[in-house]
C-alpha cells in the first residue's frame, strides 16, 4: 500500500456570472466562463486506521473537519464507485485559497482528493467517470478537475473549454468574513422578486469569448460580470469600497468572484498586480491581499508531502 497521494488543485474565478431562472430541483441556471488561478490547496490522502480530517493554512478553522466535508465526499465517491467497503484515510488540507470566498475551494479540495484517493487505492478512473462523480459532489468541482478556461451551464457543471491567449494577471481581495454560497443565491432570488422581474434564461457570452481568445486584457476588462454580484453587495456592504478602492488604486476593472465575497482586480500585467496589491495592502481593506494569473491547469497530482 502507498503511504499516500497528494493532488495539487486551483481556485476558480468566473469571468461571466449569468444566473437565470431558480429551477425546479433547487439549483438556478447558469451561464458562467470559468478560469482557473494560481491559488492552490494540496489535499492528501493517506491509509489510517480511521477517516480523520485535518486542515491547515488560513482560516483552516473555518472548515468542517468531520464527514460533511466536501474533500471526505470526494474520497467516499471514489471508494463507492470502486466498491471500497474499506474506506479509513487521514485527508490533510493545506489550504490557500479563501474560504468562503466564492472561489470555489471546497470543490477544489473535493476534486483533490477524488485524484488523491484513486491514485492511493490504484483505482483506474476514466476521465469521463470521474468528471461524472464530481458533478454529483457540486457544481464547481467539474471544473476544478478540468482547469483552464472554460464555459460552464446547466447549474455549472456541463463544461466546454474556452481558448484563452495569454495570461491574466489578478489581485485578490479576501474579505474579513465570508459569505455562504446558498444565502447570496436567496438574497438574489430576493432582490429580483421585490422588483417583479421576470429572470430570463441566461445568455452566453459570447463577446467575452472573443475577447479571450484575442488575448487583449483591455477588451476583456469592460466585459467582466457577476449577477450575483449585487446579493453579495446587499448582504456585505463594504465590499462596494472595496470595489471602489480596487479601482482608484489602477486595476483596469474589479469583480466579486462568484457568491463572494472575495473581490477580483484584473490588472494589465504581473508588475500592475504587483502595484495594485501593495496598495490595496496597506488600506486595510480586507483579511489579506494576493496576486494571481490564470489560466493554470485544473487538479493534479505531485509528490506526496511528507
Known sequence: MMG????????????????????????????????AVSLYDDVTVRAADELAITVTGESSGEVPADPTNLAARGVLAVAEYAGRSETNVAIEIAKQIPVAGGMAGGSADAAGAMLAAARLWRVDLERET???LAAGLGSDVPFALLGGAALGTNRGEKLLPVLQRGELYWVMVVAKTGLSTPAVYHELDRLR???????????????????????????????????????????????????????????????????????????????????????????????????ARGPVPGARLIPAHG
Open 193 to 291: 422578486a421585490g422588483r417583479g422581474e421576470t429572470v430570463p434564461a441566461p445568455e452566453r457570452p459570447d463577446e467575452l469569448m472573443v475577447a479571450l481568445a484575442s488575448g487583449d486584457v483591455h477588451a476583456v476588462a469592460p466585459l467582466l460580470h457577476n449577477d450575483l454580484q449585487p446579493a453579495a453587495l446587499s448582504l456585505q456592504p463594504l465590499l462596494r469600497r472595496t470595489l471602489r478602492a480596487g479601482k482608484e488604486a489602477g486595476a483596469l476593472a474589479g469583480i466579486v468572484s462568484g457568491s463572494g465575497p472575495t473581490c477580483a482586480f484584473l490588472c494589465a500585467d504581473a508588475d500592475a498586480a504587483i502595484a495594485v496589491a501593495a496598495e490595496l495592502s496597506g488600506l486595510g481593506v480586507a483579511k489579506a491581499v494576493r496576486t
Open 130 to 132: 470521474l468528471m461524472d
Open 4 to 35: 499516500g497521494a497528494t493532488a495539487r488543485v486551483p481556485a476558480k474565478i468566473n469571468l461571466h456570472l449569468g444566473v437565470g431562472p431558480l429551477r425546479e430541483d433547487g439549483y438556478h441556471e447558469l451561464s458562467t466562463v470559468f478560469c
